[in-house]
C-alpha cells in the first residue's frame, strides 16, 4: 500500500509543480498533457528508486531538478535558460509551500517532526497531499484571476536564439543560480543538519522573491 502511494503522491506532486508553473507563466496545461504525463511517471520511478530501493533521499531533489531541466529543454524544447528560471520558480513555490504546511499540520498533532524526515508513511503522504491540494488551488487562482507572466514564448523555442546576460537577464541568472543551489541542497542539509536548515530556507526564500521580481520586470518592459 505504502508502495502504491508514493507512487501516486509523487506522480501528484511533479504535476502540481507543472501546473503551477504552466499558469504562473500562462502556457496552455492540457496542450501537453502527454509530455507532462510522461515527466511526472519518469520522476516518480525515479524517485521511488533512489529513496526507498537505494536509500538514498539526499540524491532525490537534485537529480530531479536536473531532470525537469533536461525534460523541458528536448521534450517540451524550452531553451536552457528559460527552463532553468521555470522549474526554479516551481519547485521554490512547492518547497516553501510545504514548509508551511508541515509544521501547521505537526501543531495540529496530525503529523510529526518525524514524519519530514521519512519518505514513506501516513504522516508523510498527509503532508504530501495536503501541500498538493494548496498548490492546485494556488494554480487554479492564477488560472481565473487571470495573473501570472507572459513574457515567455509558448514552447517550441528558437533553440538557436542566444540569451544576453544583460540587465534583468542578469538578475534573473543570479536568482537561478541561488535558487539551483537551495533546491541542490535542502534535502542533504534537511537530512544531515537540521539545524541549519533555516539559512536554506533565507536562501529559497530570497531567491523565489529575485525571480518574482525579475519577471515581473520583464513583463512590464514587452508591455
Known sequence: MNTILYFLLGFADIMVVLAFIFKLFRFPFWDYKKELAI????????????????????????????????????LIKFRVFEASLLIAIGILGFDLSQLIVAPALISLEVATLGDV??????????????????????????????????????????????????????????????????ILAVLYILLNYYNEFKYVIAVGITALVILLLTCHKKELEDI
Not at 517550441?156 to 543551489?181: C, D, M, Q, R
Open 117 to 182: 524526515f521519512q519518505s514513506a508513511g501516513m504522516g508523510t503522504f498527509l503532508i504530501q497531499a495536503v501541500n498538493d491540494a494548496i498548490m492546485i488551488l494556488v494554480s487554479w487562482l492564477l488560472y481565473k484571476l487571470n495573473l501570472g507572466f507572459s513574457f515567455i514564448m509558448q514552447p517550441p523555442h528558437e533553440i538557436s536564439w542566444k540569451t544576453k546576460y544583460t540587465g534583468s537577464n542578469l538578475v534573473a541568472l543570479v536568482g537561478v543560480i541561488a535558487a539551483s543551489t537551495a
Open 39 to 74: 515527466i511526472a511517471s519518469t520522476l516518480a520511478v525515479t524517485s521511488y528508486v533512489f529513496r526507498m530501493v537505494f536509500d538514498l533521499p539526499e540524491v532525490d531533489m537534485p537529480l530531479q531538478y536536473i531532470l525537469l531541466i533536461l525534460f523541458f529543454r528536448y
